[in-house]
């Protein structure tokens, strides 16, 4: 049986563009794709803080450095510059790898440079 499970996220991402008319769904600051492991094309998975939009789409590989977030095609419909984003992969895994596995969680600044990482989310409290 295999079981999806969260790869990597990038955490609160600002969008820094929203090219309704440019090939390519989600341009990715490069050093983001290569520290997360997101490849380019891989699917993810968008989900807007701002607007409550969630869609799936692919990535692409921005200029390293550029801090770039860029929502392209159709679903440039769906953020706007500014916008604060979560971005995530996933991973079929079979049980036993899914038991061991910890995924790459990525948190970021507002101007979508690495703050931290961890590889485990805090049990929410009541």
């Known amino acids: 049986m295999q079981i999806n499970m969260l790869k990597t996220k990038l955490h609160r991402a600002t969008v820094t563009h ?5 090939e390519g769904s989600c341009a990715i600051d490069g050093a983001l794709l290569d520290a997360s492991g997101i490849m380019e094309y891989e699917q993810i998975h968008l989900y807007n803080i701002n607007n409550g939009e969630r869609f ?3 990535a692409i590989r921005a200029e390293v450095g550029s801090g ?8 440039a419909h769906k953020a706007d510059p500014g916008d604060i984003v979560i971005i995530c992969a996933y991973v ?3 049980t036993q ?4 596995f910890l995924p790459k969680l990525i948190y970021l600044n507002s101007v979508n440079q690495i703050e931290r990482t961890a590889n485990t989310i805090p049990v929410q409290a009541a």
Not at 97 to 100: G, H
């Open 56 to 58: 799936t789409t692919y």
């Open 97 to 100: 790898e899914a038991r061991n």
């Open 68 to 75: 770039v977030i860029s929502v392209n095609g159709a679903a």
């Open 92 to 94: 079929g895994l079979d």
């Open 18 to 22: 929203s090219e309704l008319e440019y």
